[in-house]
Every structure is written in C-alpha cells, then in structure tokens.
C-alpha cells in the first residue's frame, strides 16, 4: 500500500524572503504531520535566489523542532560537496535531537552549477566516482564502531541514521541495489528513466543488515485546489518556474497567470507543457485518479509529492486536498486487500 510524504523546496516567493520561505515550509511540516504524511524532506540547492533550504541539516533541524512526530530529512544532502564525517556529525546531532526522526537521502549531483560548487569545495580535483566509497564511509561514521577505528563522528557514531540512494538515472539505482539501500527517484523533474530505474534496482537489489527487501519512493509533482481550473491556474507558477530555470533565468517564484503561453515564445512552448506532463493538477477527483495511476505504474512503497504554489493559505490546502486524495487510496487498497 503505497503512503504520501512531501518534498519541500523551501521556495521563495516574490516580493517575500529567505526567512518567511523557511518559516513556510515549518509550518507545512506542521500540517502534513497532522494530515498523517509519512515524512518531510528538504532538499540542497546552491546560489539559486528562489530557494532558501541551502544550509539543509540547520533547515531540517528547524522544521523538526516545529513537529513532534513525522520524519524529517534530506532530500537530499549532495555527498560530493561535503566531507562524509562532516554529515555525520550534522546528522548525529539531528537525530540525537530528535530520535528515530531523522532521515538521510543521498545524491551526487552538486545541486547547482560548477562555479558554486569550486567554491563549495574549493576544488573540482575529487573523482565523482569516488562517491559509493563516500557513501560507505558516511555509513561507517553513523553504524557501531570498528576495532581499533581512531576517528569518530560525534554526535553520530552508533545512531545510525537510515540512508537513501537518491537519483534521477540508472546509476543511483545501481548503487541502491548492490548496498541494500532505499532508492527515491527523482521523477517530479527528471522522469525519463523513471521505469528502468525501478526495474533495475528491483532486479538487483541485495539484502543487507538494514534493508531485507527493496524499498521504493517515488517523487511526484501534485497541485490541488477545489477546482481544476483553480488548479491549473495555481500550478502556472511551478511552469513559469521550471521554464526560467532551463532558460537560465532561475528567480524567486512567480505568482499564477491567467494564460501561462502568453508569456513565452513558441519554442519554448514545449518546456511548459513538460512540466505539466510529469503532474497532477486538479480537484480532488483529479489528483486522486492521477496518484493511483501513478501508484499503479511504479507499484512505489512511497509517492513524495512536492507542490510550489505562490500563496501558503493556497499551497497548505493543496496540501489537505492531496492528503485527502491518499486517503481515498489506502481506503480503495484495503477494499481491494479485504476480497482478495
């Protein structure tokens, strides 16, 4: 039976700022922990002014001191940009703040461009190829300690905390399967490979001491409103958003426009109609029909919805409606379990 959980891009709106953005996403968290959402994730981005989550790990540990009990995490922390012991450290203090809270989604994109991330790192000299062996050291640092290991992440070693393979090809659902590791793919932006990436790490995947069987979340792009046409008109902001951004133009995130194609030339038509091929927009009896065949498609364990809508009071009840439309979908699989 497949459970929601939110993604959260920390957006910035225009005219608002970096304070008000992460005291939205608090206060979604608020809301999806009452709505019975699985987790909240937020994710790493770089000198991006229409994102304010860049300092994930102090992010995270601000949206779960605002809650009590959904899971809170990184969707995710771009293991390249940093020292594996450094993320254990941020993340043993998080979950020794906050126990069995705490989650660790894993990527190796640098989550913004070349010239941000020299000066992330300083230098572009480490192997990206390196990043598997990365990722074993980070879980050494979180698992029980070794004979004879002289460094310790601390807060961190022995807490371990669970970590996710995060990626939008093949190569993240290679490495999820060979370390027996819960894969979440990337699908609200990059769908493309979204079935044979599920279809590998399925067929591959080994058992391991913190995972028996494959565990797969899924991320889903969903505007909801009380009509369709609300919702469309709510969801032109994520367009405006995601066409900018390709056309190297990133900004904070515009309000909705009546006719999204006004805005834009005709060869960049097929950009705005991509995003929309890859959500659910609509009323209650759209997302629902569309997350059920979405469930369906990828037969997911989790669908991590993520929604930018420019007004909050909007955006929390994109946010009820899409709880709602889960709802209906446990309820329609135990009905479906019950005969048979």
């Known amino acids: 039976m497949t459970t929601l959980s939110f993604l959260d891009l920390a957006h910035i709106s225009e005219g608002s700022n970096a304070g008000q953005a ?49 899971r809170v995490g990184a969707g995710g922390v771009m293991l390249p940009n940093h020292a594996p012991l450094i993320i254990a450290e941020q993340f043993g203090t998080l979950a020794s703040l906050y126990p069995d809270r705490i989650d660790l989604g894993l990527g190796r994109a640098p989550g913004t461009d070349q010239m941000t991330s020299r000066a992330l790192r300083r230098t572009l000299a480490g192997d990206i190829d390196e990043y598997p062996q990365d990722v074993l050291e980070l879980m050494a640092y979180l698992g029980d300690p070794a004979p004879g290991q002289r460094v310790h992440a601390v807060p961190g070693e022995g807490t371990k905390v669970p970590i996710y393979i995060l990626g939008s090809s093949t190569y993240g659902a290679q490495l999820a399967a060979a370390f027996g590791l819960p894969y979440a793919f990337a699908s609200h932006f990059a769908p493309a490979d979204l079935d044979i990436a599920l279809r590998i790490y399925r067929d591959r995947f080994k058992p391991s001491a913190s995972l028996q069987q494959p565990y797969v979340i899924v991320g889903l792009n969903v505007t909801a409103a009380p009509t369709d046409e609300e919702a469309r008109y709510l969801f032109t902001s994520t367009q405006q958003s995601f066409v900018n951004m390709r056309s190297g133009s990133a900004g904070q995130l515009p309000p909705p426009v009546d006719d999204i194609r006004s805005l834009y030339p005709s060869d960049w038509q097929p950009l705005v109609d991509e995003v929309a091929d ?9 997302v629902a029909a569309g997350i059920a065949a979405f469930a369906e498609r990828t037969s997911a364990d989790e669908i991590i919805v993520t929604s930018q809508v420019f007004d909050h009071a909007r955006r929390v009840r994109s946010l009820e409606i899409t709880a709602e439309a889960g709802a209906r979908l446990r309820d329609e699989s135990l009905v479906a379990s019950s005969r048979g």
């Open 22 to 70: 992460l005291r939205n996403s608090r206060d979604l968290a608020v809301h999806a922990e009452r709505l019975g959402f699985k987790r909240f994730w937020l994710a790493e981005h770089h000198n991006m002014p229409g994102i304010a989550s860049a300092a994930t790990s102090v992010a995270i540990g601000y949206v779960a001191e605002g809650t009590s009990t959904i």
């Open 278 to 286: 890859r959500s659910v927009v609509g009323s209650l009896d759209t």
